[in-house]
């Protein structure tokens, strides 16, 4: 079965992004090998938030990845690079899931569909590289109401700029 990796950053205080969904507190660590941690992604899952910021600041993932929005606004006529998926997120996620292959599927953000394919057990690796900065608020890594889930801590990685990468896994 292929794996679902939710990898992000996230402030100290637990907030993937500013109140205006800002992220310039993320350092460019030159220690961080983008290309080596997703390597065998080939498959991405984003939210709308998410996927409209991509469309401003460019796409991070090699060409050739599949990319799945989940949307209940876009219409997939208006998007014809990617798959817009506008209700049943679980069941779709358990499909790619469900593929041949060994490529990993990287659920790139946001905290709304991390938490609804958490729920429906769709996720196998929290990764979350903590950034040492307070930042007081903004957008939660869960959003309020996710749910008690136990993780199993995999593996952790210490970076020279202080930011420390923890990888869970769901119990």
């Known amino acids: 079965m292929r794996q679902v990796r939710y990898n992000v950053a996230a402030t100290l205080d637990g907030y993937i992004a500013g109140p205006d969904g800002e992220f310039d507190w993320i350092p460019d660590d030159p220690a961080v090998d983008f290309a080596a941690i997703f390597a065998n992604v080939d498959t991405v899952l984003l939210g709308r938030l998410s996927y409209e910021l991509t469309l401003r600041m460019g796409a991070p993932w090699k060409p050739g990845t599949r990319v799945y929005v989940f949307s209940r606004s876009l219409l997939q006529s208006d998007h014809p690079g990617v798959t817009v998926v506008a209700s049943d997120a679980g069941a779709v996620v358990a499909g790619l899931r469900a593929e041949a292959g060994k490529g990993d599927i990287w659920l790139f953000g946001g905290g709304t569909l991390f938490a609804s ?52 896994a769901p119990r």
């Open 117 to 168: 394919l958490l729920a429906e057990r769709q996720v196998d690796s929290i990764e979350v590289t903590i950034v040492p900065i307070l930042l007081g608020g903004g957008i939660p890594l869960l959003p309020p109401g996710g749910g008690k889930t136990p993780l199993t801590l995999t593996h952790l990685h210490r970076y020279p700029s202080g930011m420390v990468s923890l990888h869970y």
